[in-house]
Structures are given as C-alpha cells and as structure tokens.
C-alpha cells in the first residue's frame, strides 16, 4: 500500500509537494463494507490522495479506530471521519465516491456535480435510464431525473470509453455485474435466445450490508441456505436495462438471489438457450467453441475477466479479495442448452473495486491502478 | 431414544424377552455420514433391535467408541463394529441397510436376500431400472442386473404402496429427492411442460462423503461456493427415470449441483414452464393456485411433505437434522415461469431418515416412528 | 416428539382427559435462542403439556409460524404466542420457564411465585446468594431480594436434593455449567488448590442471544476468534460462589471467554494447580488416577456427564443438540498442572436443557425424561 | 503485485536486464498452503525475480493453472513447478524458501548451502539450538546437528541484527510467533516470573496444512471447538528456548492448542504472575501502565507490531492477509494476575509473511518490502 492522506492532524508542506501527481478523493459514507473497502483501496492507491472520509456514527475517530486492520497504513491512522458536509468535500476532494443507501446518494451527487466535482456512485440512484422503472423497482419517485441521462453504467469492460471524463458514474450493483459481464457479448453476437434466460445467483452475506437485522446475525445465516426476493428482486432493473441493451432488443430474465454462508462472493449460474439448435454432442463441442471464441473476441487481454480453460470452474474462493470474474461455459449435448456460471467477489468487481476501475478510466491510468 | 440393542456384551434373557415386537436390524457400512446417521436413528427407534454394524476400519471398536456423540445412549456402548460377514448378518438381522459406495451394495444385496433378509440399500445400485442407463451413468456394468425388476425405488411419498413387503428398496440419492418431490406432482397433472426443466442445487459437503481427499478439506471448502458435475452429474439417471414415469413420456432435465459450505443440506431450485400460457398478474395469481391444490393433493397430511404458505421460503437450516422436505412456489407474471424451491437434510430425507421411513412402510410401523 | 399442546384453537374435553398426568407448563420470552430451544425441549417432554408461550414481539402467531423447524409438531401449529399476562398465566400454568433478559425476570417471578406457580428462571436474577454481589456485577439493585435465600441453583449434578420440591429454580448460566461441573468435585476433595484457578472459554455466537447487533452479523463473526469481557465478566460472581461453597473457602479466579464462529457450544480449558506436589511422569499418572477416581465418584451413573476415556478430548461437535457435558483431564509430567477440559451446547445443557432436567427433578419425572 | 518472473517460456533479454536490481529466488514445496502464500508474496515483491517452485505433485503446471487466484499476475501463467532439483535449484536462485516437512528440510538445505544458496527454512528442522531437544520433541535424530549452531531464528523483531547476511534462517512457527512477541519483553524485563506462565491458542485449521485426513475435512472441523495434543504440543520446544533466552533462566510453561473452524487465524491467551504483587484496581492499572511501557520500548515504530490502545481486544479477523500481529493485556486487579492477548494470521505472520521478513532483513531490503 503505498496511497497518501491529507490527515486531519496535518502533514507537512513538502510532502504536499510531492502528492502534486495525485487526484485528492472523497468517500462519502465510509462506514459500510463498500465503503470499507474503498478505504482499503484508496488508501492503497498510488495516484489517490485520500483527503476525507464520512460517517454520521464514526465522526472524529481516525480510520484506523474503525478499521483497525488498516493501521499499519499511516493514513488511517491521522485521517479521521468527518461528518458529510457537501461544502467543504467540494474543496476537498476532486472525485467523491458515494456509498449511501439509494435515495441518499442522489441527494449528495446533485450539489456535489454542481461544485465541479465528479462523482462515483456506488448506489443504485444513477444506473436506470428510466424514471418510471426506477419508481416501479424502487417504490419511490426519482430523487433528480434530469441526471439520469447523462450518467454512465459503470461496467467497465462494456462502457470504457464512454466513461473517460465522465462526470457521474453509476457503479454497477453485484449481481448485475456477475450476470453481465458473461451475458453481453453472447446477446451481442446474437449467439442466444433473448427469451428464456435464468440466472441463478448466490451471495454472500456481506451483500446484505452492514445492517443490524436479526435475518444476517451469524446464527441465522450459518448452515444456512435460502432464496429470497423471489421473483422480482430489484437488480432485475438494470439487469434487464443493460441486457436489453446489448441485444438490441427487449429482454426479461429469471433471477433468483439466495443467501449463503460466506462473508464474500457472489457465484452466478447462467441458463442460456443457443439461437441456432444444437443437438448432439459435435455440435455442442461446436458451439462450445463458439462461445469461447465470442468470450475472446469480448475480452481481449482484459485484466480483470478471467475465461476458464480446460475441467476448470469458477470457484469464489478464487476471486475474493480481487477484482477479477470468472467465467466458465458448458454445452449440453443432452439438452442442447448453454450454461455460464460466474463467480465475483460482490464487495469488489461487485462493487468498490469496479468503481475503483471506473476511476481509473475517468482519470486516464492504467486500469489496474491499485487493484492487482 | 428408546431404541434397544443386542449388544456383543450380551443382554439378560428377560431383556431379550421384552424385545419380541421389534425388528432385529443390521447396517453394512456404518462409517461413513449416512451409516452414522442411520446408526443414530435406528439405535431410536422403538421397533428396532440393532444387532450389527458392519466396518472394517472400526471393527472391534463399540459404537460410543467411533461415535462418542452417541455415548449417551446404552446400546451405543455395547454395540460393537464387526468385520462385514454375510452368514453372521443373515442370522442376526431381518433387516439390513447397506450403506456403500455403489457396486459394492450389490455384492451383499444378492447374497442378503437370497438368504431371506430384507434389504435397504442407500447406494446407487438398484435405483435404475435399465442395466444400459447404469453403465452409462456409472461406468460399468451393472453387477446384478436380475434384481433390477424386483427392486423398489423408495421414495415413500411416490412409492409407498408398493414399498409394503417389498424385499429389496433402493434409498433415493439426496438431490434425486430434492427435486422429485416438488416435481413429480406437477408432471403427473401435467400443469408444466416436460421440456426446458432446470433444477439449480445446492449441497452441505457431507454430501461428498466421509473420505480424505483434499477438495472437502475445510479450508479448500470454506468461503466457497463452486458448481461440479456440469452438466452431466450421476444423479441424472435415477431423476430423469422418475421424472418420466411420472409425466408418461421422456423427460431430459438440465441440472447444475454446487458445492456451499455447510455441513448439511440441499436446497434446489427448479425453473418450469406452465403447460397453459401465462401472462400478468392475475394469471400468475391463478396459476400459483393451480399449483398450490396440486400439492396439497399429492401429500395430503403427509407428515414429511411441508408446503410453505404466505411469504415463507425453503430455509435449509428448518430442516436439518429432520426428515422434512420444505417446498414453497412463486408463478413470475412478467415471464410466466413457475419457479418452486425445495429444501431437505441430505442425510435425513436425503438418505438415511428416508430409508428408515422405508422400513417402517415395509415392517407395517406408522411411517413416522423413530423419525419425529 | 410426543409432547402435548392446549393451543388457543382448542382441544376437546376428551383429549384434555388423557393428558391427566401431564403438567402444564408455560414459557415467558420464548423469542430467543433459550426459549426457542425450551419450546423445542417442551413440545417433545412426554410429561408436559405446553400451555402458553409468550413473546410481545411475536404475539398473535402460531409457533409453526415463528419456527418454522417445529411445524411438523402438531402442537407448533396450534399454539400460539400471546402476549406475557401474569394472572392468565398462573391460571394456564403450574410451572413457568422464565427465558427473560436479567432484571426482567424478577418482575415476572415475584408474582407467579405469590400465585402459587413453580417458576424455572434462566436469566440471571436467582443465581446469587448475595444482592451485593449482584450489585457489583450487574450494576443495578437486585429487585426482590428476598427471594435469593429460597431460591435454588440448578446445577443438577450438585444440587438434586435440594431441587425436589422447589418453588424457584436459578438455572445456571452455560459458560458457569461448563466450569463448575468439571471444577466442584476437585475442590470438595481439595484434590487441586483454591488459588491460581484459570479457566478459558470459548463459546460460539448464539451465546449472544438474538439480538439485532452489529457485533454478532455473520459478516463479522465469521473468521474471527476473539476474547471479550475480559477481565471480569458478569458470570464470574456466580462461577466463585458456586466453587467457594464447593472448597469451603473463597476461590477467586481467572476466566476469559472468546467469541468463536459456531453457532453453538462451550468449549473451557481449566488450568489447576494440585494440592500436593506432582512431578515427573509417575506422580503425573498417580494423580491423573485420583482425578479419575474423583469424578466417577462424584458422577456416577450420570447419564449428562460423559467422562473421556483414552485419547479421547472434548469435541463441541459431540455435545451439540444434546444436555452432555463432556469432561477430560491431563497432568503434564512438565509442569504438574492439571488440566481439565469440557465441553457443553450452551443452549441445552448451558440453559434450556439443564432447565428441563431441574423441571424433570422438581416433578418428580425421571431425570432424562424428554432429554434423551 | 509487481514482482517478476523468470518462467520456463523464456523472457527476454532486454528484461532480464531491468532486472538486475531483483534477487532471484526459488520455492521448494510450494504445493502447501505455506507454499502458497509464499507464491503469492514473492509473485508481488518488487524485489525478486521468481525463478524457481517445484512441487513433485504439480511438476510441469503453471502456477496459475495450480492456483487460478495467482493468474491475474502474468508470471503466474508463465512460471512451471518442476520437480525438486538441488543442482539447478542453485543455478536458479539466490536465495531457496523450503516449505517442506520437518525431517525433509534439511536435506534440501544441506546441499542448498554448499552449493552457496542462502536457506530459508519453513520447517522446525533448524529452529532448536539443541539436538537432544529435538530429538525428544521430533522422535528420530537431528538430520544436520553440525548445522544447528549457525542457523538464526527469524523472529525478526527479536532477533533483527543477528539475520543480516545469515546464510540459514529457521522461520518460526506459528504458535511460537503468537507467544514469544508478547511473552519475550516482559520475560527480557523481568516484568513476570518465569514459572506459571500459560499459553492457550486457537488455531484455524490451515495450521493443520493442505493434507487429505478426516481429521480435517468441511463437515469434522465445521461447527466444532476442540484442543488436542495435550499437555506436550511440539512447538513447546521452541517456545520454551526462545522464552529461556529472553529470561535467562530455564522457563516451562503450559501450552495448550485449540483447533477452531476458521480457515486462519491464531489468537493466544496468555497468563503470567507478575513479578511483583499487584493487588487492587491502583496497583492493577500501575503495573498495566508499566506493561505497556515495556511493549512500547521494545516495539518502537515496528512495522507489524500493532499494540491496542483502549478497550480493543486482538480479533484475528483485523490480521488476516497481514504481517501484523496484535497485541493487548489487562491486569486483573482481583486476581493478580497479567493477561496478554494475541493474533497473528498463521500463514502470513506464522509463517510465510514473516519468512519474507527476515528476506528482506537478510537483503537489505526494507523490511515492509511486498509485505504492506
């Protein structure tokens, strides 16, 4: 870890001097595990100058006191929590990171994009085009529509030139990230039926949040595993946004989230039917080559997707802690379907970490800046 | 627990006197998670004589010994471990339950029952009718290919009729029983279509069995979730037999097992398409009723069967260490699909408490006694 | 499970009859995780008709509807939580478990006691003789007083006798069970002496109660060992009561107990020093003889003390679901200590269970009854 | 991660030039999880050139293909393990890690030295000064006694000055490091009595290894708490050298391991007499403050002794994935009695980290060099 802080308690003017290559950063609700793990990040970053971090209930203790598995950085321990305070962010940081519940975070992005600051929204206030799916999935109206339009879909491997010198970015949530990142170039190359596809996710209980709820204490999630939020769980919005998208035409999935006992990691199993029919086991080893020559062509050299070879499948334990997705693929020459099965860690390229990779692009690093 | 044991330190004649209405009871193989259990639950059973158990890592050794958990109950400590001997077994059991890898059950069912011992094999050996789909699902030729007519498939719900004084009963495979019971109802009224079945399951490691190999390690398997067996897992065989007898045609199903980390469990999530077109809410409302009376007409006050009302969802942990399947069903009105969750102990309903119900059908006991 | 339910649904005058020699029993505060298991316990006690359970938080539901693991008790779906009302339930009840946070208890005791109910209180508000040493632990006057020098402690390995008969039972705390029952018979011999005692305990998460607590989330339990309370936690009062009475002189001692991800279960390791000088291999096995000869006297025919023979070490796996506590001892030829270890499920034998056994002796049932 | 790779698909020689700041290091028995995280650090330190890993089980895979979670990082794709070969191993690198079984270490290290290598052992096979010690602690004859002499213990705070330019370092063990960081300043000051001391230790079960028992599988580790090799655990011997040396006098303690189910983690408890008697709350905190004031002295600005402050308390959840251990105490004023608290993650401070430690110790490297 080699980031920098500008500390509360001060540091002195040379070293200032040296931070000049830097791009001075914001966390805005820092007390969650997304925003926990952005500390960790930034404060690793070596073109991040950590300048503030907020939290209502953690105001005035040092980063360190919160997160004491991060006091062997030097800046954890001088930079303190704050309370948020639009104002003085906008004279402190040059990029903010929001990491607030939806409907919070639109409420710091509007004031905070008017002060010239640009914005990494980790919610999901950003990430729908449309006010009116927006109110269907969220039960409430839209905070700020006018934003909606010019606000970017974090999905780096799919938005990245568009968001070079974005001013607002919607960090993708951890589910859509699992599902999109294997489905896109498959409907983009019209290789599946937009119809008929399922994807069935598991999560970790850090996906939940932070949040003191009987339903995620230790007891009741270990040996423990269930499905929720069926049928329609709220990610299905822009899931279904950004499928739709690169199919160039309406698409409506079946998605099941359920809840399993690991702290970390979302493992998605994708149900695909081919566009053209297979049957047999040569065409399924045919089309099997196929898809992996789309997945290729999809993802040239990209740092952070990582296509399976061989009897390899994607395992979360191989993830976690990391940026990267693991994508696996199967044709069944008994059903003639697709299978894609995708494991994230849902607190990094699920969340944190891909933001981080959207501000690299935004700021013009390499992408991998602080993330391998 | 009530059970009784004839342990090898002798018990009084009296004793012995008082034991006339239960039935003398072996286990081949009682080493392994579903032989323990089997061991736990017959030992409380209060129409069952334990007269041997069978291992030869533990030959020699008393039950309370291997498994000091059971130490509480007497027969555990007077019951010892034996060398595996089919002339012994058949003199002191009426009943024998092989608990054995597959193609080895077969070696002690045909010698078993040709000396008169009623026989529950929780193997794979005698659950498929055809001697072809064996080979094909397990690699070799079947060892006994005679018995394969004459056995019964011991699924209770399904089968319970012809479990009455059946000779030898093949103990349904654990994800078999997670995905036939919510399904077989279905087919037989055929509310859903035979074709497009996806079963997503998922498995505790016990699962895998009591065997020292580094992929079940806790480490290797702790903060993990993985699929295995794409797309062709073992269990295929005997769910595609059962499912087709139930829908009166072929039923080719896709099914996707992963590996989660609890100790026990199976929770499967099946994907279905109505046989009736369905679209919008009231349909969707519709149907779910539909599917409601189907289940409550195939288990009827059955005591194992547990249909979940209102917002309730399967929860792995509401059923382990019981002989309960959880099933609950959502109708998805923006995709028209039936999506039903089911939850069982993969070593109670799954194996072992599921054979056990066997043999309380078979010796005419209420099909509950030592299982509640 | 064969216990018996009068649910608000309403049984028959004929069926009441049968359950003549049944006690009525009722449970205040069966929400948490020790009145969720006495509920458990009590639905199955062949001896007990469980009358009423309250639960402002859940009145109005059935207890099928709360737990959903004890739906297939018939008398889980008719019973249901009501709201605590004293005078009801000194007309529903004969014996009342009090599963109540401390200094709650007292309020609901005092008045069941004056309405002639036997009250089995598991907090902890009867456990000390002393209300000043109430005082110091639990920093607030005790608020009955005058019930402390009538009330027993039930530790029903030590205090049987006195149990008979009891209008008010202090059921002990878990970590207090799992160090005294291994601690009492050695100072009643002065096998060990009274100063330098250590006791080490770990104890899994539902010893936290369920409550809606950052601290105790999956996320932050999960890989993480940790002590807490330390050097003086609230058990200690009653722990040094309970082992000066059984020395006949004050003992004082170290106790650290450690947060552990299960769910439960106590695992303590006890460090003593021998009265009389051990060294070298021979006095080490003298003494561990005499240690043997101590507890088989002190427990003999016990059937919830399981004393290790051979290799064998206390297992919290072995004890987890069941009212044993398991008991080990070592005498190191290096240091002449003595080591003690035991191992309870903190829910059953640390609380629910052990209360159940006090039930089973204040009525007179055989002590096992609805334990086994 | 920015270390580099010399891999069998051969680099060029341009980049060969940019490496000549790098030493080029090699790993033997790198298939365990010691091994692993060994690959993991070296793969990201930016002074060493990865040349060399064999492991007899993987020989001819890359490391990637061995461990997917290293395949971000290209030397992981590129570099083969190779079967152990001492003649080439000292063509390839400087400097050899062995992460091998006791007994197997040294006939890797013997001709590693002769042939110039400077060794840095995993193993026990060179932490004990005396061969008869090993002897009684190892039961077969030291394999190099001549060797033992010149071998340094790599417990780099302690013994910092003595490991430059050292040709052979004995990395320690994991339960030692968790003991002697706190135990050997107050030992060197005299601050508590050399007799009494008790250690009581939870490890994770990677501490175990990547070995195929059953001792270890998910479902025998899961959800259970036990101590094992009771009284004499093997790490005594070191420990008690180490803890004699500080002292200078013979110290004996009590050490007693816990397997507990995390992956990794070792949290210790330790109890000491103070050499002074303490009694009472002002007496308690005097000597508290005269502890800490100990520590502080011997731990100044150490990079990876983190000392709480307050009311934190070690969770090994905070030094996970960290060089770091924590250390914490209390001074009970009812008993007298110091009690010290540790974490350490036993891979990384237990083991692997800490042999990078004493790496760039020997290099002259900073010592937080791909350690932060």
Same mark, same amino acid.
């Given at each position: 870890?080699?980031?920098? #802080?500008?500390? &509360?308690?001060? =540091? %002195?003017?040379?070293? @200032? !001097?040296?931070?000049? $290559?830097? +791009?001075?950063?914001?966390?805005?609700?820092?007390?969650?595990?997304?925003?926990?793990?952005?500390?960790?990040?930034?404060?690793?970053?070596?073109? #991040?100058?950590? &300048?503030?971090? =907020? %939290?209502?209930?953690? @105001? !005035?203790?040092?980063? $360190?006191? +919160?997160?004491?598995?991060?006091?062997?950085?030097?800046?954890?321990?001088?930079?303190?929590?704050?309370?948020?305070?639009?104002?003085?962010?906008?004279?402190?940081?040059?990029?903010?990171?929001?990491?607030?519940?939806? !409907?919070?975070?639109?409420?710091?992005?509007?004031?905070?994009?008017?002060?010239?600051?640009?914005?990494?929204?980790?919610?999901?206030?950003?990430?729908?085009?449309?006010?009116?799916?927006?109110?269907?999935?969220?039960?409430?109206?839209?905070?700020?529509?006018?934003?909606?339009?010019?606000?970017?879909?974090?999905?780096?491997?799919?938005?990245?030139?568009?968001?070079?010198?974005?001013?607002?970015?919607?960090?993708?949530?951890?589910?859509?990230?699992?599902?999109?990142?294997?489905?896109?170039?498959?409907?983009?190359?019209?290789?599946?039926?937009?119809?008929?596809?399922?994807?069935?996710?598991?999560?970790?209980?850090?996906?939940?949040?932070?949040?003191?709820?009987?339903?995620?204490?230790?007891?009741?999630?270990?040996?423990?595993?269930?499905?929720?939020?069926?049928?329609?769980?709220?990610?299905?919005?822009?899931?279904?946004?950004?499928?739709?998208?690169?199919?160039?035409?309406?698409?409506?999935?079946?998605?099941?989230?359920?809840?399993?006992?690991?702290?970390?990691?979302?493992?998605?199993?994708?149900?695909?039917?081919?566009?053209?029919?297979?049957?047999?086991?040569?065409?399924?080893?045919?089309?099997?080559?196929?898809?992996?020559?789309?997945?290729?062509?999809?993802?040239?050299?990209?740092?952070?997707?990582?296509?399976?070879?061989?009897?390899?499948?994607?395992?979360?334990?191989?993830?976690?802690?990391?940026?990267?997705?693991?994508?696996?693929?199967?044709?069944?020459?008994?059903?003639?379907?697709?299978?894609?099965?995708?494991?994230?860690?849902?607190?990094?390229?699920?969340?944190?970490?891909?933001?981080?990779?959207?501000?690299?692009?935004?700021?013009?690093?390499?992408?991998?800046?602080?993330?391998?």
């Amino acid at each position: 870890m080699n980031g920098s #802080v500008h500390g &509360t308690d001060e =540091t %002195s003017p040379s070293s @200032a !001097g040296g931070m000049s $290559a830097r +791009v001075r950063v914001g966390i805005v609700g820092a007390s969650g595990y997304s925003g926990e793990e952005l500390v960790r990040l930034l404060l690793g970053h070596p073109r #991040v100058e950590l &300048t503030a971090v =907020t %939290s209502r209930q953690y @105001a !005035g203790r040092t980063v $360190a006191q +919160v997160f004491p598995k991060f006091a062997s950085h030097s800046g954890a321990r001088t930079l303190r929590f704050s309370e948020p305070n639009v104002d003085l962010l906008a004279t402190q940081a040059q990029v903010v990171f929001l990491a607030l519940p939806h !409907g919070v975070a639109a409420e710091f992005a509007v004031p905070l994009l008017q002060r010239g600051c640009q914005v990494i929204d980790l919610s999901a206030d950003f990430r729908l085009r449309s006010p009116d799916v927006y109110r269907e999935f969220y039960a409430h109206d839209h905070p700020a529509p006018d934003l909606l339009a010019g606000a970017v879909y974090g999905l780096v491997e799919v938005y990245r030139d568009t968001l070079r010198g974005a001013a607002l970015v919607a960090s993708p949530g951890c589910y859509p990230t699992s599902i999109l990142l294997p489905s896109i170039p498959l409907l983009r190359q019209q290789l599946v039926k937009t119809s008929g596809v399922i994807a069935n996710s598991l999560s970790g209980v850090s996906g939940a949040g932070r949040k003191a709820e009987i339903d995620y204490l230790f007891v009741e999630c270990n040996e423990s595993m269930r499905p929720y939020a069926v049928p329609k769980h709220r990610h299905l919005s822009e899931i279904e946004q950004e499928l739709s998208a690169a199919a160039g035409a309406p698409v409506v999935i079946q998605f099941t989230p359920h809840l399993i006992p690991v702290s970390r990691g979302i493992l998605t199993t994708l149900y695909f039917t081919p566009s053209q029919h297979v049957q047999g086991a040569d065409q399924a080893a045919a089309f099997a080559d196929t898809v992996a020559a789309c997945y290729q062509a999809a993802y040239p050299d990209q740092p952070f997707v990582r296509l399976l070879q061989g009897n390899a499948l994607p395992d979360t334990k191989n993830v976690v802690g990391t940026n990267v997705v693991e994508i696996a693929w199967r044709v069944d020459p008994r059903t003639g379907r697709l299978i894609v099965m995708s494991a994230v860690d849902n607190v990094v390229k699920g969340a944190s970490g891909q933001a981080v990779q959207c501000f690299n692009v935004l700021s013009g690093f390499d992408e991998t800046t602080g993330l391998l």
